[in-house]
């Protein structure tokens, strides 16, 4: 089955960019599907960041849209996220999840997440 | 966006029912049949319990219900198990083609 996996730094500098990378295994990143970026700052609830088709098609959470920026690597099976500008406010655990075009809002599998920490 | 609004905490006692209520506008939950429902224990990932309102993955118990009227989605949990003790989450698709999140629920199993 389709398994999913963050990585990427645990550390960010204050004004620097965080860049993760979710890789996708026993499945292809090209199937009728979106991928999405789903954070959760420490005790507190969940907030989507975005999506991406395979085809490049991207949607975006509005109050994050001027720093995000998310990507398909179809080449490695895998999708990026970009999130610049960080303040301690983005410190989190950033989950991918594998999303369903013709069920909006079905977010599964995740990966287990990667705790992010903006700090200098 | 707004979070979608869900009651803080709920509890109740082994064998009971439940029901979380999740609300929003008629530019969310009240405009599509996209309400999903997540179970998240402590330090674990989620784990999608129901989708398209009343759908249930394969692997999740039948004790597990959703429904929606109007602009509140609700899920049920019948037969209140110690194992149901976490955190929940709706989502909702929204008319802007984005996805929202619920604000969470704890639930305690007394």
Same mark, same amino acid.
Not at chain 2, 17 to 35: K, P
Not at chain 2, 44 to 63: F, H, Q
């Given at each position: 089955? +389709?398994?999913?996996?963050?990585?990427?730094?645990? *550390?960010?500098?204050?004004?620097?960019?965080?860049?993760?990378?979710?890789? +996708?295994?026993?499945?292809?990143?090209?199937?009728?599907?979106?991928?999405?970026?789903?954070?959760?700052?420490?005790?507190?609830? *969940?907030?989507?960041?975005?999506?991406?088709?395979?085809?490049?098609?991207?949607?975006?959470?509005?109050?994050?849209?001027?720093?995000?920026?998310?990507?398909? /690597?179809?080449?490695?099976?895998?999708?990026?996220?970009?999130?610049?500008?960080?303040?301690?406010? /983005?410190?989190? +655990?950033?989950?991918?999840?594998?999303?369903?075009?013709?069920?909006?809002?079905?977010? /599964?599998?995740?990966?287990?997440?990667?705790?992010?920490?903006?700090?200098? | 966006?707004?979070?979608?609004?869900?009651?803080?905490?709920?509890?109740?006692?082994?064998?009971?029912?439940?029901?979380?209520? !999740?609300?929003?506008?008629?530019?969310?939950?009240?405009?599509?049949?996209?309400?999903?429902?997540?179970?998240?224990?402590?330090?674990?990932?989620?784990?999608?319990?129901?989708?398209?309102?009343?759908?249930?993955?394969?692997?999740?118990?039948?004790?597990? #219900?959703?429904?929606?009227?109007?602009?509140?989605?609700?899920?049920?949990?019948?037969?209140?198990?110690?194992?149901?003790?976490?955190?929940?989450? !709706?989502?909702?698709?929204?008319?802007? #083609?984005?996805?929202?999140?619920?604000?969470?629920?704890?639930?305690?199993?007394?």
């Amino acid at each position: 089955q +389709v398994q999913l996996q963050e990585s990427g730094p645990g *550390l960010v500098k204050p004004s620097g960019t965080l860049s993760l990378t979710c890789a +996708v295994s026993g499945g292809s990143i090209s199937s009728s599907n979106w991928w999405s970026w789903v954070r959760q700052p420490p005790g507190k609830g *969940l907030e989507w960041i975005g999506e991406i088709y395979h085809s490049g098609s991207t949607n975006y959470n509005p109050s994050l849209k001027s720093r995000v920026t998310i990507s398909v /690597d179809k080449s490695k099976n895998q999708f990026s996220l970009k999130l610049s500008s960080v303040t301690a406010a /983005d410190t989190a +655990v950033y989950y991918c999840a594998r999303g369903y075009s013709s069920s909006w809002g079905r977010f /599964d599998p995740w990966g287990q997440g990667t705790l992010v920490t903006v700090s200098s | 966006q707004s979070a979608l609004t869900q009651p803080a905490s709920v509890s109740g006692s082994p064998g009971q029912s439940i029901t979380i209520s !999740c609300t929003g506008t008629s530019s969310d939950v009240g405009g599509y049949n996209y309400v999903s429902w997540y179970q998240q224990h402590p330090g674990k990932a989620p784990k999608l319990m129901i989708y398209d309102v009343s759908n249930r993955p394969s692997g999740v118990s039948n004790r597990f #219900s959703g429904s929606k009227s109007g602009n509140t989605a609700s899920l049920t949990i019948s037969g209140l198990q110690a194992e149901d003790e976490a955190d929940y989450y !709706c989502s909702s698709y929204t008319s802007s #083609s984005t996805q929202v999140f619920g604000t969470g629920t704890k639930v305690t199993v007394l």
